[in-house]
């Protein structure tokens, strides 16, 4: 094709573990509250309410060990360690007992977000677009297997922030396991291979400032880590 007026932005991927292959990305799903300490701390009470989501604009992507800006417009920039889900077939008003089928693989990944204006967006009552989807805010590592690691269902999910341990807990915390977003969010969606699905943070979110340096892990399926860069 080159009837296009510009040169089209290249398809958004994610490294798979090991380096060869790419996942290529069409859309990125994050769960709201998900865990019943974190919902405390962001001023709800937590209960099993159904899910709700926001969505991340794929361009947002940026991948492990980058420095990235402290980003435009906001004086409270807030790190959420989260497992990320990887759709691997087509999937569409699917039972949770049958949702682990359509998860390719797994990876870390961090929801970074402008808390002020989230906060601020969510008490007018307006979308958190501002607050969420924005310029390198969805960060990943290489992407495992389900094939080869299985489906965490458990296993200690951690964030520091210059060696300093910030969030701590146990995926086994989900108030929606991974089976139960994937058969909630394909009521709604059709679901396809190349849709991520951000689960949602432990309690422990925070501000960070240019210099800090992130670095996450959750067992049994990887580590993460960025660096917090000067505005521009
Ligand atoms: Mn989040």
Not at 46 to 65: A, C, N
């Amino acid at each position: 094709m080159n009837n296009y007026v510009f040169t089209p932005a290249p398809q958004a991927a994610v490294p798979v573990r090991g380096g060869a292959r790419h996942y290529a990305v069409s859309r990125i799903f994050c769960v709201g509250r998900n865990y019943a300490a974190h919902a405390r701390e962001m001023g709800s009470d937590p209960d099993r309410e159904p899910p709700f989501y926001f969505s991340k604009t794929p361009i947002d992507l940026v991948m492990s060990g980058a420095t990235v800006p402290y980003p435009l417009g906001s004086q409270n920039y807030h790190y959420e360690m989260e497992l990320v889900i990887a759709i691997g077939r087509p999937t569409f008003r699917a039972e949770p007992e049958q949702a682990l089928e359509s998860v390719w693989g797994y990876a870390c990944g961090l929801d970074m977000t402008r808390r002020d204006l989230q906060i601020k967006a969510r008490e007018a009552g307006r979308p958190w677009d501002f607050g969420k989807d924005f310029e390198q805010s969805a960060v990943m590592s290489a992407l495992v297997p389900a094939s080869e690691i299985g489906h965490p269902a458990s296993g200690a999910i951690q964030l520091s922030v210059n060696g300093q341990v910030k969030q701590s807990a146990d995926l086994r915390d989900l108030i929606w396991s991974v089976p139960e977003v994937v058969a909630n969010l394909s009521q709604y969606y059709h679901l396809q291979p190349g849709d991520l699905i951000y689960t949602g943070t432990p309690e422990g979110v925070g501000p960070i400032k240019p210099g800090d340096v992130l670095a996450g892990r959750i067992e049994g399926v990887g580590e993460i880590a960025l660096t917090i860069g000067e505005p521009e």
